[in-house]
């Protein structure tokens, strides 16, 4: 299910295991706690070829209202990340977040909270919250679906 969520274009999935994600109290308390609800931001290439993004779809429905689309930014298309180990993803993605810099003032001080649907390395989650930490929010936590095995190489 979580690879045709991905991958097959099955976005209605996000109900799914957004509902999951809400039966946890841990998830409920950080999503109540942010200032910022940010999906893990997709390429303009890759959202045009997926037509939607998956991350995007869970924080909505995860946050209505609260979710802000154009905080977090993808400065350019990377490869896509499966099949690549982890030096390679880590590599893959460096400098390929920014902050919107008309969302500086605001992310300074603020709790973040990021929604991704699948983290295997962590290296995407990890360049987000560089992005965000050196714009000078105060915390970053992470909420996502599934842990892929680290060393998984395939859809």
Known sequence: MIIDFKFREYPGLHRFFAELLKEDPAA??????????????????????RGFNQSALLA???APGRVSHQTLWRLRHTAPQ????????LRNLQHSMAVNPS???????????LID?????????????????????KEVNCLVFARADADSRSQ
Do not use: H, N, W
């Not at 499966?82 to 993803?89: E, N, T």
């Open 28 to 49: 409920q308390a950080l999503i109540a706690d942010a200032a910022f609800v940010l999906p893990v931001p997709l390429a303009t290439e890759r959202l045009r070829e």
């Open 103 to 113: 969302m500086s003032q605001a992310i300074r001080g603020s709790r973040v909270l």
């Open 82 to 89: 499966a099949g690549l180990d982890r030096a390679l993803r």
């Open 117 to 137: 649907d699948v983290m295997t390395t962590g290296s995407t989650l990890k360049a987000c919250t560089e992005a965000l930490l050196e714009a000078g929010a």
């Open 60 to 62: 909505k429905y995860l």
